[in-house]
């Protein structure tokens, strides 16, 4: 079996006074696809925000690729491979579509693999090639979606935290980025994926857990879930 990635244990996060993450544990292990979901407001975000630093937490601890990540900003865990896609993309809205994937390099210095991987990602999303100088705060939710995921694989993550990304976008926008999800995951990434969109997210995953005010209430094989009569009545409307 595969080593563990990320492991999480008796996280709990709270806002002032409200409780968001209640203790949560979760654990990825290496080259897996596994989603997490769950109705508005259970927390899924507030977890993501946890793991990649951009929310700090009260007890419980987090560990990638075996070490604590306790503290660490988000750049020194994105130069350690953990990149999240936050919800509402990020792109830098007054830099064109190349400049946004440049950015998504940084931490690299290998000029010729970056400019290769940036053929690699006009491969993947011929839309962003054919607009290339175009300036990324210009372009639709569906193209900025795809840029985020471009700019996040520019890094060469190990670990990718995708936040909705499905939100806000067409039925063939979506099955478009779940289709670069599960190439994604193919090719190596392992992937978080917070979704609203469950029986997609379930289709596409090998493993699911799901969130309740805070909690996890239940998590397994993904196809197992996607049968199973609890997770069909609250999130999958039948
Ligand atoms: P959604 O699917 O709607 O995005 P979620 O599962 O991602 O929901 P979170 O965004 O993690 O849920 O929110 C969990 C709870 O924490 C909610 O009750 C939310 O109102 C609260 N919360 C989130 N961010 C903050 C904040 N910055 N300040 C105060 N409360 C917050």
Redesign the pocket.
């Known amino acids: 079996m595969s080593q563990t990635i990320l492991k999480i244990s008796g996280l709990k996060v709270a806002?002032?006074g409200?409780q968001?993450?209640k203790g949560v544990d979760l654990e990825i292990r290496e080259g897996e696809l596994v989603t997490l979901i769950?109705?508005?407001?259970?927390?899924?975000?507030?977890?993501?925000?946890a793991i990649t630093g951009l929310?700090g937490w009260a007890a419980g601890e987090v560990e990638y690729l075996g070490k604590s990540i306790k503290g660490m900003p988000s750049y020194e865990l994105l130069k350690r491979g953990l990149v999240m896609v936050p919800?509402g993309r990020g792109v830098f809205a007054r830099m064109t579509i190349t400049e946004n994937l440049k950015m998504g390099a940084y931490v690299r210095n290998d000029e010729a693999g970056i400019q290769r991987d940036i053929d690699r990602m006009f491969t993947i999303f011929p839309r962003l090639k054919e607009r290339a100088n175009q300036l990324a705060g210009t372009m639709s939710g569906g193209e900025q979606q795809m840029l985020a995921m471009g700019r996040a694989l520019m890094s060469q993550p190990k670990l990718l935290l995708l936040?909705?990304p499905s939100m806000g976008l067409s039925p063939i926008m979506v099955d478009k980025i779940f289709e670069v999800v599960r190439d994604i995951s193919a090719q190596g990434v392992t992937v978080l994926l917070?979704e609203?969109n469950a029986r997609l997210a379930l289709h596409a995953a090998d493993r699911g857990y799901v969130?309740d005010s805070?909690l996890i209430t239940m998590s397994g094989n993904a196809k197992d879930m996607l049968n199973d009569p609890k997770v069909r009545a609250a999130y999958l409307g039948e």
């Not at 769950?38 to 925000?49: I, L, Q, R, V």
């Open positions: 806002y002032g409200i968001a993450v769950g109705a508005n407001g259970a927390g899924k975000t507030t977890t993501m925000k929310q919800e936040d909705e917070v609203q969130m805070g």
